[in-house]
Nanobody, 121 residues
């Protein structure tokens, strides 16, 4: 079974930085893409950033130039460096892994439990 565990959330002031981490555990042979999504109170979950196994990245327009996604394929871990945080970045940040290959089965999609990021003004 594959699990994703996020860490690094917390309370910061506007303009500060945070780094989120998400580690995938299990007998993993490879993961096609990993990413971060967020859900603000009363809003739908939205894409923040994704990164493929080959390190091709995609960002939401609202975070371009401020956030940077990276991954360590050897550790099955994805990171999100968030700089110049704004109050509107507040929300629960969820890690996502797409097409996780394990011996005998490929998991289509797995989600983490989420980590709360709160940015005060």
């Amino acid at each position: 079974q594959v699990q994703l565990v996020e860490s690094g959330g917390g309370l910061v002031q506007a303009g500060e930085a945070l780094r989120l981490s998400c580690a995938a555990s299990g007998n993993i042979l490879g993961i096609h893409a990993m990413g971060w999504y967020r859900q603000a109170p009363g809003k739908q979950r939205e894409l923040v950033a994704t990164i493929t196994h080959e390190s091709s990245t995609n960002y939401a327009d609202s975070v371009k130039g401020r956030f940077a996604i990276s991954r360590d394929n050897a550790k099955n871990t994805v990171y999100l460096q968030m700089n110049s945080l704004k109050p509107e970045d507040t929300g629960v940040y969820y890690c996502n892994a797409d097409s996780i290959a394990t011996p005998g089965i490929t998991y289509v999609e797995v989600w983490g439990q989420g980590t709360l990021v709160t940015v005060s003004s």
